[in-house]
């Protein structure tokens, strides 16, 4: 088969599935999105492909490559439904809400009146994040209304109008790590501990990755939350809350993982190919 990898950033996850795709025995096709134009009234070099895996860190150039070759009906994973709802912080807590899935209490501000009432009714500390945006960016923890009112002053006079959306939700008291889950499709191939002595404990930011064994209860409840958003491969954040349990934080539509592949020894790569293959078979 011959399998494009679009990607606008060749990180070690985009040359390990191009260097597994060969391995498997198929045709990679590298496809940067910077470096050409995308052409709907000429599409025949692209009509030759079985299928895409879509790997770009920015969420608007994959959305608008994902809608490309979607319209050319060229399958493509994670499809654009996936992204839309991964992409947007909002959409994918309203899905895992309507399917009663565990998660962090969250409200929405469209003003800075509004986004102060909505801390003091969740009571502080609250952390605040953008609606769009990954790695741990712009999200921050606040511990009093002065705090909150310097940081959605500053959110109010950012350029992209998704920030003057405030999402403000419950501060959890974690244990000094996260969960981030690996999904493709309705497996479970890995899963880490994110530990961090700070309150974020993205990797990205200094986390240290251990890999965990997930039980009956967590595999059950992320790959229903998997299911809300619509399926896919993805890296599912789960919080352990001291009274509730199990609390899903986030869902990423293109998901990095390298450090998982580090600690656990799993090939994800393969297992993202083996599903995108069997996605462009139907």
Not at 106 to 120: D, G, W
Not at 122 to 137: A, D, E, N
Not at 171 to 199: C, L, Q
Not at 221 to 246: F, N, T
Request: proline content about 4%.
């Amino acid at each position: 088969m011959r399998i494009a990898v679009v990607y606008d950033v060749l990180r070690w996850e985009e040359k390990d599935i191009i260097s597994n795709i060969r391995s498997l025995g198929h045709e990679p096709v590298p496809i940067h999105v910077t470096s050409f134009y995308l052409d709907p009234y000429s599409n025949t070099q692209y009509m030759n492909l079985d299928v895409v895996i879509q790997r770009c860190v920015s969420l608007f150039r994959a959305i608008e490559t994902t809608v490309f070759f979607e319209s050319l009906g060229i399958p493509i994973v994670n499809k654009l439904e996936v992204l839309m709802v991964t992409g947007d912080k909002l959409h994918t807590t309203m899905k895992l809400i309507a399917n009663n899935i565990p998660t962090p209490r969250t409200l929405i501000a469209m003003s800075r009146e509004a986004a102060v009432n909505a801390a003091k009714k969740l009571g502080f500390p609250v952390v605040v994040k953008p609606i769009i945006g990954s790695w741990g960016r712009m999200i921050a923890k606040v511990n009093d209304e002065d705090a909150l009112n310097s940081i959605l002053e500053l959110r109010e006079h950012l350029q992209a109008p998704y920030h003057r959306i405030h999402y403000i939700q419950e501060y959890i008291e974690k244990p000094g790590r996260d969960i981030r889950v690996f999904t493709v499709g309705n497996e479970i191939p890995a899963a880490i501990y994110r530990i961090s002595n700070y309150w974020k404990t993205n990797t990205a930011l200094g986390g240290r990755a251990e890999c965990v064994k997930v039980c009956d209860e967590l595999r059950d409840l992320v790959l229903k939350a998997a299911e809300a958003v619509g399926g896919g491969y993805l890296g599912i954040d789960v919080l352990e809350d001291p009274s509730r349990g199990y609390l899903i934080n986030e869902v990423n539509g293109v998901t990095e993982y390298k450090n998982t592949v580090r600690v656990c020894k799993v090939n994800i790569s393969e297992l993202i190919i083996k599903y995108a293959i069997e996605v462009g078979k139907k």
